[in-house]
């Protein structure tokens, strides 16, 4: 975006409804600045629960339901039942799954229920909570991800205590112009 516009800084503000949303480039890579959101134990609503395929290892919540699991293989064989899935309205939240990852430092994949796209691609707001998260389990402020999606999202993360960096690559999906007045 900054560098297909020949934007005249390095710094992009969106103002979202979740407050500032600043977007920078450096070397490649966007980094979106987001707050940080760090889950606590919770427990599992039955009918996300008679919706998987394998049941997590432990439960914790923010504004996202974050499964954990012990392996990558199992986030990788998660199966969403769909129709039990969409019994239940997690708006405007979602279900994580998450595990340490095999060649990144954790892997994830991200369920929305009632949605037209049942899982996302690639999931920055999940990353508001997964970045605390294993930070805190892995002793690491700076940590590379994977988002096991069809699409695979690769994430360089770092966890700035209130806030959360995400970098990452990004494709440019449409062109076009837009006039105000």
């Excluded at 279900?95 to 690639?122: C, H, M, W």
Aim: net charge negative; hydrophobic share 35%; charged share 25%.
């Amino acid at each position: 975006m900054i560098s297909i516009l020949n934007y005249k800084s390095n710094e992009i503000i969106f103002e979202t409804k979740s407050g500032e949303l600043k977007v920078s480039f450096k070397d490649g890579l966007y980094y979106l600045d987001f707050p940080s959101r760090m889950p606590l134990p919770s427990v599992l609503p039955e009918i996300i629960s008679k919706s998987l395929n394998i049941q997590p290892k432990e439960v914790f919540q923010s504004r996202d339901y974050v499964l954990v699991y012990d392996t990558e293989d199992e986030i990788r064989n998660i199966k969403i039942d769909r129709a039990t899935f969409d019994l239940i309205n997690l708006d405007p939240g979602g279900v994580i799954v998450t595990a340490k990852g095999n060649g990144s430092d954790f892997v994830s994949r991200y369920f929305t229920s009632q949605s037209s796209i049942l899982e996302d691609p690639v999931t920055g707001s999940a990353h508001c909570s997964l970045i605390p998260f294993w930070s805190e389990r892995l002793g690491k402020k700076d940590m590379f991800a994977m988002q096991l999606s069809e699409r695979l999202g690769k994430l360089y993360c770092e966890d700035q205590n209130e806030r959360v960096i995400i970098a990452g690559k990004a494709k440019t999906y449409s062109a076009g112009h837009l006039w105000t007045e």
